[in-house]
């Protein structure tokens, strides 16, 4: 199979070399306008002049251009019938998602998105600990880059623990409440379900970067960061004591073994598979459109004044 890169930056590249690097995979072509970007890439692909040259060439591509872009660059993909991944979001704007979902009912094509961290495999694990959480608190938290210019910080990184909360640990319910405070480059959200509150945090301000995330539930507690791919299970043995007027709790403590993998390798191979079996993609673009509505009532209150907190 050859597949193609549209957009050779930041994570262009890394889709290149993943696609290099997977089996089944012939012939690596990158188009980028910027030419010092697709050169970059020379070593691993194949250097294409043109969109219209690369999309006569491939079986599938990936579009990594800019989040502005997405709309145009998806739809002449789709348009020259070719099957795409497009880098989260999968738009700008809802409206354009909607125009989008409308190319998309036309065809047969395998169009996905590419919400990275649903592959991550302490997600699954998250799921099978927890199938109804009471409380979840994800962090994603990160130092300031000049890789985003063209959306906030929920689009860039809150995006992904939203379509974990809404597409995985509270799959298909519509009974919530979102509140939202914060700015372009920090944001918390909270998500209130009929028995469950879900907290989420996003920063580009921060000095160390971090994705953390934190579940309670009545019999147990759970822990894990996303990076290190590491899952805790705190468990009540029902021993408390009072020790120098202090209140003790035992614990038991479990480590989850998870078969730590790169999540972009295993979505890439997924989006492959998925091409050559004609079955969907895990991520829809319906829910990447779901995860962009969100976001815009999210966003709601990021301008919200102080001291206020918008629904």
């Known amino acids: 199979m050859d597949v193609g890169v549209i957009g050779v930056g930041a994570m262009g590249k890394n889709h290149v070399r993943v696609y290099s690097e997977l089996k089944g995979v012939d012939t690596v072509y ?43 660059t998806a739809s002449k993909v789709i348009n020259a019938g070719v099957n795409c991944l497009i880098e989260k979001p999968i738009t700008m704007t809802v409206q354009e998602a909607e125009r989008l979902l409308g190319l998309i009912e036309k065809t047969d094509l395998v169009v996905g998105v590419g919400h990275i961290e649903r592959f991550n495999p302490i997600v699954e694990e998250i ?26 910080v929920v689009e860039d990184l809150m995006i992904h623990d939203i379509d974990i909360v809404f597409n995985v640990l509270f799959k298909g319910e519509e009974d919530y409440q979102i509140f939202s405070a914060g700015s372009r480059n920090v944001c918390e959200a ?3 379900f009929s028995e469950s509150v879900v907290s989420i945090s996003a920063s580009r301000l921060s000095s160390k970067k971090f994705r ?6 009545e019999e147990f507690t759970t822990e894990g960061d996303f990076m290190t791919q590491e899952v805790y299970v705190y468990r009540k ?11 003790m709790q035992e614990n038991i403590i479990e480590k989850v073994l998870v078969n730590k993998v790169e999540p972009l390798k295993v979505e890439l191979k997924t989006f492959l598979d998925c091409v050559r079996q004609n ?33």
């Open 279 to 311: 079955k969907s993609f895990p991520v829809t673009p319906e829910e990447g459109k779901r995860n962009l509505e969100i976001c815009e009532r999210i966003k709601s209150g990021l301008n919200a004044k102080k001291g206020s907190i918008s629904e």
């Open 237 to 247: 043995p029902g021993k408390y004591r009072v020790e120098d007027e202090r209140y």
């Open 190 to 192: 909270m998500a209130v």
């Open 30 to 72: 990158v188009y980028d306008p910027i030419s010092e970007n697709a050169q970059r890439a020379s070593d691993l692909a194949t250097v294409c002049s043109s969109p219209e040259e690369l999309l006569a060439k491939v079986d599938a591509v990936s579009v990594c251009v800019p989040t502005r872009y997405h709309f145009d």
């Open 212 to 217: 953390t995330f934190y579940v309670e539930a």
């Open 127 to 152: 799921k099978k600990i927890a199938e109804r959480p009471d409380y979840v608190s994800i962090k994603r938290h990160n130092p300031t880059s000049n890789r985003i210019t063209d959306a906030s």
